[in-house]
Nanobody, 126 residues
Framework: QVQLVESGGGSVQAGGSLRLSCVAS????????MGWFRQSPGKEREGVAA???????FYTDSVKGRFAASKDSANYTLYLQMNSLKPEDTGMYYC????????????????????WGQGTQVTVSS
């Protein structure tokens, strides 16, 4: 049973920080690629950060310099350190993973991932 469980969301003021975690189980040791997406009310789900099979990281422009993704393969965990948070970062954050090895040139899309977590809410107030 493939499962991704996110945690670490919460409510913070603008300028604050949060660290999201995503624990993978089932095929945890075999996930080739992982990523973070977010969705705000009335908007489509968008990519935030991703790590490809070669370990290269990709970020959407709006979070570059503020967010950092990292992967602890030994513990099957993906992290997203979010600093200098802004109200526009508010949304449900989803962890995604896939078993297919991939090397990307840019931030991948939803179609690149077959496995999804239930999400963790991040709310940033001004």
């Amino acid at each position: 049973q493939v499962q991704l469980v996110e945690s670490g969301g919460g409510s913070v003021q603008a300028g604050g920080s949060l660290r999201l975690s995503c624990v993978a189980s089932g095929y945890g040791s075999s996930y080739a690629v992982m990523g973070w997406f977010r969705q705000s009310p009335g908007k489509e789900r968008e990519g935030v950060a991703a790590i490809d099979t070669d370990g290269y990281m990709f970020y959407t422009d709006s979070v570059k310099g503020r967010f950092a993704a990292s992967k602890d393969s030994a513990n099957y965990t993906l992290y997203l350190q979010m600093n200098s948070l802004k109200p526009e970062d508010t949304g449900m954050y989803y962890c995604a993973a896939d078993l297919r090895p991939r090397s990307w040139w840019s931030l991948p899309s939803i179609a690149d991932f077959n496995y999804w977590g239930q999400g963790t809410q991040v709310t940033v107030s001004s």
